[in-house]
T-cell receptor
Framework: NAGVTQTPKFQVLKTGQSMTLQCAQD?????MYWYRQDPGMGLRLIYY???????DKGEVPNGYNVSRLNKREFSLRLESAAPSQTSVYFC????????????FGSGTRLTVV | AQKITQTQPGMFVQEKEAVTLDCTYD???????LFWYKQPSSGEMIFLIY??????QNATEGRYSLNFQKARKSANLVISASQLGDSAMYFC????????????FGPGTRLSVLP
């Protein structure tokens, strides 16, 4: 009954380093999402995957790449981290719109120095 | 395009009193869902309540109710009998039926419950 498992919970990177945020869901949902949360700006969509094998850009995709490895897993990669990518990242999954809400992972607090 | 507006960056309420958090939205989708999420200081996002655009009655979940006024495009969250544990950020969000079916979130309202 884990729902959405997101790792790591915390990470500090140096500018220019790369890392991958992992997300896995056991809810058998087709749709998965990556959001970033910054103070005063709510949650902004980075990338999403409507189904296995498909990915699409959201509102703020620059500097990120994603992989939908299978139905369960959706990873977010920062190839060359920048201080502007300091944020809290959330993975989420959902059933069909419009009457299914998101189930969120616990979040990753990323600091780029 | 869809947009959520939450005009109250911060709110204070006395314990045991009711409070209303405002949310207005804009969409061209004929069918959509409206959601409220709570984010306590621990950081997780907790689903509170859902309202469908064609639902005839306002949604209620325990102490939470949604005052849905479709013509005004508003979906205000009402918390009755506030508790200290209600202190958190509250996000209004919506989701339409268009391709992508993605959520759009408002900037949030920080609620502080005073003892």
């Amino acid at each position: 009954n884990a729902g959405v498992t997101q790792t790591p919970k915390f990470q500090v990177l140096k500018t220019g380093q790369s890392m991958t945020l992992q997300c896995a869901q056991d809810m058998n949902h087709n749709s998965m999402y990556w959001y970033r949360q910054d103070p005063g700006m709510g949650l902004r969509l980075i990338y999403y995957s409507a189904s296995e094998g498909t990915t699409d850009k959201g509102e703020v995709p620059n500097g990120y790449n994603v992989s939908r490895l299978n139905k369960r897993e959706f990873s977010l990669r920062l190839e060359s981290a920048a201080p502007s990518q300091t944020s809290v990242y959330f993975c989420a999954t959902s059933g069909q719109a419009p009457n299914y809400g998101y189930t969120f992972g616990s979040g990753t607090r990323l600091t780029v120095v | 395009a869809q947009k959520i507006t939450q005009t109250q960056p911060g709110m204070f309420v006395q314990e045991k009193e009711a409070v209303t958090l405002d949310c207005t939205y804009d969409t061209s989708d004929p069918s959509y869902g409206l959601f409220w999420y709570k984010q306590p200081s621990s950081g997780e996002m907790i689903f509170l309540i859902y309202q469908g655009s064609y639902d005839q009655q306002n949604a209620t979940e325990g102490r939470y109710s949604l005052n849905f006024q479709k013509a005004r495009k508003s979906a205000n969250l009402v918390i009755s009998a506030s508790q200290l544990g209600d202190s958190a950020m509250y996000f209004c969000a919506m989701r339409g039926i268009n391709y992508g079916q993605n959520f759009v979130f408002g900037p949030g309202t920080r609620l502080s419950v005073l003892p």
